[in-house]
Protein backbone atom coordinates (compact mmCIF):
# COMPACT_ATOMS: atom_id res chain seq x y z
CA UNK A 1 0.00 0.00 0.00
CA UNK A 2 0.81 3.78 -0.69
CA UNK A 3 3.31 4.68 2.22
CA UNK A 4 1.88 8.43 1.80
CA UNK A 5 -1.77 6.89 2.61
CA UNK A 6 -0.65 4.48 5.20
CA UNK A 7 1.12 7.83 7.29
CA UNK A 8 -1.61 10.00 6.77
CA UNK A 9 -3.75 7.53 8.34
CA UNK A 10 -1.39 6.94 11.11
CA UNK A 11 -1.42 10.90 11.93
CA UNK A 12 -5.19 11.33 11.82
CA UNK A 13 -5.34 8.29 14.13
CA UNK A 14 -2.55 9.78 16.53
CA UNK A 15 -4.14 13.53 16.17
CA UNK A 16 -7.50 11.88 17.25
CA UNK A 17 -6.70 9.81 20.23
CA UNK A 18 -8.91 8.19 22.32
CA UNK A 19 -11.51 9.98 20.14
CA UNK A 20 -12.00 7.18 17.84
CA UNK A 21 -12.02 3.78 18.45
CA UNK A 22 -11.48 1.26 14.63
CA UNK A 23 -12.98 -2.43 14.58
CA UNK A 24 -12.10 -4.45 12.13
CA UNK A 25 -13.63 -7.64 10.41
CA UNK A 26 -10.91 -10.83 9.65
CA UNK A 27 -11.97 -10.22 6.14
CA UNK A 28 -10.64 -6.26 5.56
CA UNK A 29 -7.74 -5.88 3.53
CA UNK A 30 -3.89 -5.64 5.26
CA UNK A 31 -3.74 -2.06 4.54
CA UNK A 32 -7.07 -1.75 6.42
CA UNK A 33 -6.69 -4.32 9.38
CA UNK A 34 -3.53 -2.56 10.50
CA UNK A 35 -5.35 0.41 11.60
CA UNK A 36 -7.80 -1.77 13.86
CA UNK A 37 -8.08 -1.58 17.27
CA UNK A 38 -9.94 -4.46 17.83
CA UNK A 39 -10.38 -7.25 15.13
CA UNK A 40 -12.96 -10.17 15.17
CA UNK A 41 -15.79 -12.27 13.56
CA UNK A 42 -18.89 -11.18 13.61
CA UNK A 43 -19.44 -12.10 17.28
CA UNK A 44 -16.96 -10.48 18.36
CA UNK A 45 -17.08 -6.86 16.80
CA UNK A 46 -20.50 -6.95 18.19
CA UNK A 47 -19.19 -7.64 21.95
CA UNK A 48 -16.52 -5.43 21.67
CA UNK A 49 -18.69 -2.66 19.55
CA UNK A 50 -19.22 -1.21 23.36
CA UNK A 51 -15.71 -1.56 24.98
CA UNK A 52 -15.06 2.03 24.70
CA UNK A 53 -17.99 4.33 25.70
CA UNK A 54 -15.46 7.42 26.37
CA UNK A 55 -14.90 7.33 22.45
CA UNK A 56 -17.44 9.41 20.10
CA UNK A 57 -16.85 8.26 17.13
CA UNK A 58 -16.85 4.01 15.90
CA UNK A 59 -15.03 3.92 12.85
CA UNK A 60 -16.57 0.35 11.59
CA UNK A 61 -14.02 -1.50 8.96
CA UNK A 62 -16.34 -3.79 7.51
CA UNK A 63 -19.94 -4.16 5.82
CA UNK A 64 -23.32 -2.27 6.70
CA UNK A 65 -24.73 -4.63 8.98
CA UNK A 66 -22.07 -4.69 10.95
CA UNK A 67 -21.84 -1.42 11.51
CA UNK A 68 -25.53 -0.92 11.79
CA UNK A 69 -25.76 -3.70 14.75
CA UNK A 70 -22.38 -1.67 16.36
CA UNK A 71 -24.56 1.85 15.88
CA UNK A 72 -27.24 -0.16 17.90
CA UNK A 73 -25.29 -1.53 20.61
CA UNK A 74 -22.66 1.64 21.26
CA UNK A 75 -23.72 4.35 23.54
CA UNK A 76 -26.61 7.21 22.26
CA UNK A 77 -23.65 9.78 22.10
CA UNK A 78 -21.53 7.43 19.77
CA UNK A 79 -21.54 7.82 16.20
CA UNK A 80 -20.42 4.88 14.25
CA UNK A 81 -18.59 5.83 10.65
CA UNK A 82 -19.06 3.36 7.57
CA UNK A 83 -15.68 4.29 5.51
CA UNK A 84 -17.39 3.48 2.33
CA UNK A 85 -21.74 3.70 2.67
CA UNK A 86 -21.42 1.15 -0.67
CA UNK A 87 -19.97 -1.83 1.44
CA UNK A 88 -22.78 -3.81 1.69
CA UNK A 89 -23.64 -7.53 2.00
CA UNK A 90 -25.21 -9.50 -1.23
CA UNK A 91 -26.71 -11.69 1.30
CA UNK A 92 -28.29 -9.08 3.81
CA UNK A 93 -29.95 -7.52 0.59
CA UNK A 94 -31.68 -11.46 0.20
CA UNK A 95 -33.86 -10.70 2.53
CA UNK A 96 -35.99 -7.74 2.89
CA UNK A 97 -38.48 -6.69 5.15
CA UNK A 98 -41.56 -6.62 3.57
CA UNK A 99 -40.48 -10.03 2.13
CA UNK A 100 -40.11 -11.26 5.30
CA UNK A 101 -43.66 -9.58 6.18
CA UNK A 102 -45.39 -11.26 3.55
CA UNK A 103 -43.69 -14.58 4.62
CA UNK A 104 -44.97 -14.25 8.15
CA UNK A 105 -48.38 -14.35 6.67
CA UNK A 106 -47.24 -17.42 4.47
CA UNK A 107 -46.82 -19.04 8.19
CA UNK A 108 -50.25 -17.90 9.47
CA UNK A 109 -52.44 -19.08 7.06
CA UNK A 110 -50.55 -22.30 7.10
CA UNK A 111 -51.88 -21.97 10.52
CA UNK A 112 -48.10 -22.24 11.55
CA UNK A 113 -47.23 -18.95 12.89
CA UNK A 114 -47.68 -19.87 16.36
CA UNK A 115 -45.11 -22.24 16.66
CA UNK A 116 -42.24 -20.19 14.98
CA UNK A 117 -39.77 -18.65 16.10
CA UNK A 118 -37.24 -16.34 14.16
CA UNK A 119 -33.56 -16.45 13.82
CA UNK A 120 -31.64 -13.91 11.65
CA UNK A 121 -28.18 -14.51 10.74
CA UNK A 122 -26.25 -11.18 12.05
CA UNK A 123 -25.82 -10.76 7.82
CA UNK A 124 -28.84 -9.22 7.84
CA UNK A 125 -30.46 -5.59 7.69
CA UNK A 126 -31.02 -3.83 11.32
CA UNK A 127 -35.20 -3.68 10.73
CA UNK A 128 -34.90 -7.61 9.87
CA UNK A 129 -33.12 -8.14 13.35
CA UNK A 130 -36.18 -5.54 14.59
CA UNK A 131 -38.47 -7.99 13.00
CA UNK A 132 -37.09 -10.74 14.72
CA UNK A 133 -36.90 -8.81 18.21
CA UNK A 134 -40.37 -8.37 17.77
CA UNK A 135 -41.32 -11.74 17.03
CA UNK A 136 -39.73 -13.15 20.34
CA UNK A 137 -36.49 -14.40 18.20
CA UNK A 138 -32.87 -14.06 18.79
CA UNK A 139 -29.92 -13.13 16.14
CA UNK A 140 -27.31 -15.28 16.04
CA UNK A 141 -23.56 -15.45 14.40
CA UNK A 142 -21.68 -18.48 12.43
CA UNK A 143 -19.97 -18.77 16.11
CA UNK A 144 -22.99 -19.14 17.97
CA UNK A 145 -25.72 -20.87 15.79
CA UNK A 146 -25.90 -24.40 17.20
CA UNK A 147 -26.51 -22.59 20.62
CA UNK A 148 -29.48 -20.27 18.61
CA UNK A 149 -31.12 -22.52 16.46
CA UNK A 150 -31.01 -25.32 19.87
CA UNK A 151 -32.79 -22.06 22.32
CA UNK A 152 -35.47 -21.09 19.34
CA UNK A 153 -36.23 -24.65 19.07
CA UNK A 154 -36.75 -25.31 22.40
CA UNK A 155 -38.79 -22.28 22.40
CA UNK A 156 -41.27 -22.69 19.57
CA UNK A 157 -41.47 -26.04 17.57
CA UNK A 158 -39.93 -24.98 14.60
CA UNK A 159 -37.64 -22.14 13.39
CA UNK A 160 -37.72 -19.67 10.75
CA UNK A 161 -33.52 -18.95 9.69
CA UNK A 162 -32.84 -15.74 7.99
CA UNK A 163 -31.19 -15.03 5.07
CA UNK A 164 -28.52 -17.86 4.75
CA UNK A 165 -29.82 -21.42 3.47
CA UNK A 166 -26.40 -22.53 4.10
CA UNK A 167 -25.40 -21.91 7.78
CA UNK A 168 -29.12 -22.62 8.50
CA UNK A 169 -28.86 -26.21 7.04
CA UNK A 170 -25.23 -26.79 7.97
CA UNK A 171 -25.84 -26.13 11.29
CA UNK A 172 -29.54 -28.13 11.62
CA UNK A 173 -28.01 -31.00 10.01
CA UNK A 174 -24.52 -31.11 11.23
CA UNK A 175 -24.93 -30.04 14.85
CA UNK A 176 -28.37 -30.84 15.80
CA UNK A 177 -29.18 -34.02 14.31
CA UNK A 178 -32.31 -32.72 12.00
CA UNK A 179 -32.24 -34.50 8.47
CA UNK A 180 -32.11 -32.99 5.57
CA UNK A 181 -35.88 -33.77 5.05
CA UNK A 182 -36.71 -31.41 8.56
CA UNK A 183 -35.46 -28.24 6.36
CA UNK A 184 -37.71 -27.37 3.93
CA UNK A 185 -36.52 -23.89 2.04
CA UNK A 186 -38.58 -20.46 1.41
CA UNK A 187 -38.39 -18.78 -1.36
CA UNK A 188 -39.14 -14.92 -1.55
CA UNK A 189 -39.81 -15.13 -5.39
CA UNK A 190 -42.22 -17.02 -5.39
CA UNK A 191 -45.54 -17.57 -4.59
CA UNK A 192 -46.49 -18.71 -1.11
CA UNK A 193 -42.41 -19.37 -0.77
CA UNK A 194 -43.09 -22.08 -3.14
CA UNK A 195 -44.27 -24.36 -0.48
CA UNK A 196 -47.21 -25.61 0.43
CA UNK A 197 -49.26 -25.28 4.01
CA UNK A 198 -48.39 -29.29 4.51
CA UNK A 199 -45.13 -28.68 3.87
CA UNK A 200 -44.70 -25.80 6.19
CA UNK A 201 -46.73 -27.95 8.85
CA UNK A 202 -43.89 -30.72 8.33
CA UNK A 203 -41.00 -29.07 8.40
CA UNK A 204 -38.78 -27.86 11.55
CA UNK A 205 -36.76 -25.72 10.05
CA UNK A 206 -38.19 -23.26 7.31
CA UNK A 207 -34.81 -21.94 6.10
CA UNK A 208 -34.31 -18.72 3.55
CA UNK A 209 -33.64 -18.56 0.48
CA UNK A 210 -30.23 -16.56 0.64
CA UNK A 211 -26.89 -17.20 0.11
CA UNK A 212 -23.32 -16.01 -0.33
CA UNK A 213 -22.20 -15.44 -3.39
CA UNK A 214 -18.38 -15.73 -1.76
CA UNK A 215 -18.77 -18.71 0.01
CA UNK A 216 -21.04 -20.56 -2.61
CA UNK A 217 -18.36 -20.63 -4.94
CA UNK A 218 -16.54 -23.50 -3.21
CA UNK A 219 -17.94 -26.96 -4.83
CA UNK A 220 -17.04 -30.29 -3.88
CA UNK A 221 -14.59 -30.57 -6.71
CA UNK A 222 -12.86 -28.26 -4.81
CA UNK A 223 -12.58 -30.11 -1.85
CA UNK A 224 -11.72 -33.35 -3.80
CA UNK A 225 -9.24 -31.58 -6.32
CA UNK A 226 -7.31 -30.45 -3.73
CA UNK A 227 -7.39 -33.85 -1.56
CA UNK A 228 -6.25 -35.12 -4.73
CA UNK A 229 -3.19 -32.65 -5.51
CA UNK A 230 -2.01 -32.42 -1.58
CA UNK A 231 -1.89 -35.49 0.38
CA UNK A 232 -3.08 -35.54 3.61
CA UNK A 233 -3.98 -31.57 3.35
CA UNK A 234 -6.76 -30.79 6.08
CA UNK A 235 -10.13 -28.83 4.44
CA UNK A 236 -11.35 -26.27 6.95
CA UNK A 237 -14.32 -23.87 6.11
CA UNK A 238 -16.48 -21.44 6.60
CA UNK A 239 -20.22 -22.71 7.56
CA UNK A 240 -21.93 -20.37 4.52
CA UNK A 241 -20.25 -23.07 2.40
CA UNK A 242 -22.84 -25.35 0.88
CA UNK A 243 -23.51 -28.33 2.64
CA UNK A 244 -21.77 -30.74 0.09
CA UNK A 245 -18.82 -28.67 0.67
CA UNK A 246 -18.89 -28.54 4.31
CA UNK A 247 -19.82 -32.50 4.82
CA UNK A 248 -16.70 -33.00 2.61
CA UNK A 249 -14.49 -30.89 5.13
CA UNK A 250 -12.75 -31.59 8.08
CA UNK A 251 -13.53 -28.64 9.81
CA UNK A 252 -15.96 -26.01 9.70
CA UNK A 253 -16.57 -22.43 12.10
CA UNK A 254 -16.00 -18.41 12.08
CA UNK A 255 -13.38 -16.27 10.91
CA UNK A 256 -12.28 -16.50 14.40
CA UNK A 257 -11.95 -20.09 15.07
CA UNK A 258 -10.30 -20.28 10.86
CA UNK A 259 -7.53 -17.73 12.83
CA UNK A 260 -7.30 -19.91 15.84
CA UNK A 261 -7.05 -23.80 14.56
CA UNK A 262 -4.12 -22.54 11.97
CA UNK A 263 -2.26 -20.38 14.96
CA UNK A 264 -2.57 -24.07 16.65
CA UNK A 265 -2.14 -26.20 13.76
CA UNK A 266 1.58 -28.23 13.91
CA UNK A 267 4.39 -26.70 11.64
CA UNK A 268 4.34 -28.58 7.88
CA UNK A 269 1.04 -29.37 8.28
CA UNK A 270 -1.31 -28.25 5.43
CA UNK A 271 -4.38 -26.38 5.12
CA UNK A 272 -6.89 -25.90 2.59
CA UNK A 273 -9.28 -22.68 3.53
CA UNK A 274 -13.03 -21.90 2.38
CA UNK A 275 -13.38 -18.52 3.38
CA UNK A 276 -12.54 -14.54 1.78
CA UNK A 277 -9.47 -14.70 0.13
CA UNK A 278 -7.71 -11.32 2.21
CA UNK A 279 -8.08 -13.94 5.56
CA UNK A 280 -6.31 -16.89 3.79
CA UNK A 281 -3.73 -14.74 2.35
CA UNK A 282 -2.57 -13.48 6.07
CA UNK A 283 -3.16 -16.63 7.67
CA UNK A 284 -0.34 -17.96 5.08
CA UNK A 285 1.62 -14.83 4.95
CA UNK A 286 1.66 -15.06 9.02
CA UNK A 287 2.74 -18.97 9.08
CA UNK A 288 4.87 -19.95 6.50
CA UNK A 289 5.76 -22.88 8.28
CA UNK A 290 2.41 -24.52 7.51
CA UNK A 291 1.26 -24.54 4.09
CA UNK A 292 -1.77 -22.62 4.15
CA UNK A 293 -3.69 -22.92 0.67
CA UNK A 294 -6.93 -20.69 -0.52
CA UNK A 295 -9.42 -23.98 -1.20
CA UNK A 296 -10.30 -23.04 -4.64
CA UNK A 297 -8.29 -22.41 -7.93
CA UNK A 298 -9.54 -19.08 -8.63
CA UNK A 299 -9.22 -16.14 -6.42
CA UNK A 300 -12.14 -14.48 -4.63
CA UNK A 301 -12.40 -11.60 -2.45
CA UNK A 302 -15.50 -10.06 -0.87
CA UNK A 303 -15.95 -7.41 -2.85
CA UNK A 304 -18.59 -5.33 -0.55
CA UNK A 305 -15.61 -6.06 2.10
CA UNK A 306 -13.04 -4.89 0.17
CA UNK A 307 -14.39 -1.23 -0.60
CA UNK A 308 -12.98 -0.87 2.59
CA UNK A 309 -9.70 0.69 1.26
CA UNK A 310 -6.97 2.89 2.75
CA UNK A 311 -7.79 5.88 0.64
CA UNK A 312 -11.59 5.62 2.47
CA UNK A 313 -10.20 4.95 5.87
CA UNK A 314 -7.99 7.79 5.41
CA UNK A 315 -10.69 10.03 4.32
CA UNK A 316 -12.85 9.13 6.96
CA UNK A 317 -10.03 9.26 9.76
CA UNK A 318 -8.84 12.76 8.36
CA UNK A 319 -12.54 14.03 8.35
CA UNK A 320 -13.34 13.28 11.50
CA UNK A 321 -9.71 14.82 12.93
CA UNK A 322 -11.30 18.12 11.35
CA UNK A 323 -14.24 17.66 13.25
CA UNK A 324 -16.65 16.98 10.31
CA UNK A 325 -18.16 13.54 10.89
CA UNK A 326 -19.52 11.53 7.39
CA UNK A 327 -20.71 8.26 6.31
CA UNK A 328 -22.80 8.09 9.56
CA UNK A 329 -24.66 4.74 10.45
CA UNK A 330 -27.58 5.81 12.14
CA UNK A 331 -30.34 3.34 13.02
CA UNK A 332 -33.66 4.51 13.49
CA UNK A 333 -34.98 4.41 17.48
CA UNK A 334 -37.80 1.90 17.03
CA UNK A 335 -36.36 -0.14 14.94
CA UNK A 336 -33.39 0.21 16.97
CA UNK A 337 -34.74 -0.93 20.33
CA UNK A 338 -36.23 -3.90 18.63
CA UNK A 339 -33.09 -5.09 17.05
CA UNK A 340 -31.44 -4.79 20.22
CA UNK A 341 -33.87 -6.83 21.45
CA UNK A 342 -32.91 -9.62 19.26
CA UNK A 343 -29.13 -8.81 19.87
CA UNK A 344 -29.29 -8.49 23.40
CA UNK A 345 -31.00 -12.17 23.28
CA UNK A 346 -27.73 -13.45 21.43
CA UNK A 347 -25.67 -11.97 23.63
CA UNK A 348 -27.25 -13.94 27.14
CA UNK A 349 -27.39 -17.00 25.25
CA UNK A 350 -26.03 -19.59 27.37
P1 LIG B 1 -17.83 -14.43 10.77
O1 LIG B 1 -16.70 -13.44 10.84
O2 LIG B 1 -18.76 -14.21 11.90
O3 LIG B 1 -17.34 -15.82 10.68
O4 LIG B 1 -18.69 -14.11 9.46
C1 LIG B 1 -18.22 -14.15 8.19
C2 LIG B 1 -18.95 -13.27 7.24
O5 LIG B 1 -19.32 -13.62 6.17
C3 LIG B 1 -19.18 -11.94 7.60
O6 LIG B 1 -19.83 -11.36 6.57
FE1 LIG C 1 -21.74 -10.84 2.82
FE2 LIG C 1 -20.50 -13.05 1.97
FE3 LIG C 1 -19.23 -10.71 1.96
FE4 LIG C 1 -19.78 -11.92 4.28
S1 LIG C 1 -18.40 -12.66 2.67
S2 LIG C 1 -20.05 -9.74 3.80
S3 LIG C 1 -21.77 -12.85 3.78
S4 LIG C 1 -21.07 -11.24 0.73
Same mark, same amino acid.
Given at each position: SDPALVERARAAKAALGDKVFVLGHHYQRDEVIQFADVTGDSFKLARK? $? $? #??? $?PYVVFCGVHFMAESADILTAPHQQVIL? /? &?????SMADMATFDQVEECWEVLEDAGVADDVVPVTYMNSSADIKAFVGRHGGVVCTSSNAKRALEWAYAKGSKVLFLPDQHLGRNTAV &?????? &? /? /?CVVYS?? #? #???? &??PRQLQDAKMILWRGHCSVHGRFTRESVDEVRERVPGVNVLVHPECRHEVVTAADRIGSTEYIIKTIEAAEPGSAWAVGTELNLVRRLANAHPDKNVMFLDKTVCYCSTMNRIDLPHLVLSLESLARGEVENVISVDEETAHYARVALDQMLALP
Open positions: A $A $A #RPE $AP /D &LAAGC &LQMGFS &L /D /DPH #R #REGG &LT
